[in-house]
């Protein structure tokens, strides 16, 4: 008899939800598990990431790593990256920078 009456209570709770979930007249939007769960993520990242310290936000890689290469790939030039900083310098890549240079984080200014 118990199993009879946790299922009616069951079906009668799974249906109520249902209602709930579809009904659409209310103005409180239902939020889904996943939902909360995505912005909990999202709120615990942030704050992860705001506690980075910004010597090591500004850490460069070395040329190596880069692919840094002295001359132009096809018409590709350091000049024309958004990541060169003049005279010589790049906000992603360690050491002297030439205008004419290259590297794979090469990103064309707009």
């Known amino acids: 008899m118990n199993a009879v009456v946790v299922g009616s209570v069951a079906a009668t709770t799974v249906s109520q939800m249902e209602w709930i979930m579809n009904n659409r007249s209310n103005d409180r939007r239902d939020m889904s598990r996943r939902g909360v769960l995505v ?6 990242g942030a704050a992860a990431a705001s506690a980075v310290s910004p010597a090591a936000a500004q850490q460069k890689i070395g040329q190596a790593d880069a692919k840094y290469q002295p001359g132009p790939k096809n018409n590709r030039r350091c000049s024309g990256c ?8 790049c906000k992603f ?6 205008p004419d240079g290259w590297c794979q984080l090469f990103v064309p200014k707009t």
Request: charged content about 5%.
């Open 93 to 98: 890549v360690q050491g002297d920078i030439s």
């Open 39 to 44: 912005c909990a993520a999202l709120a615990i």
């Open 82 to 89: 958004y990541n060169f900083q003049p005279p010589g310098a």
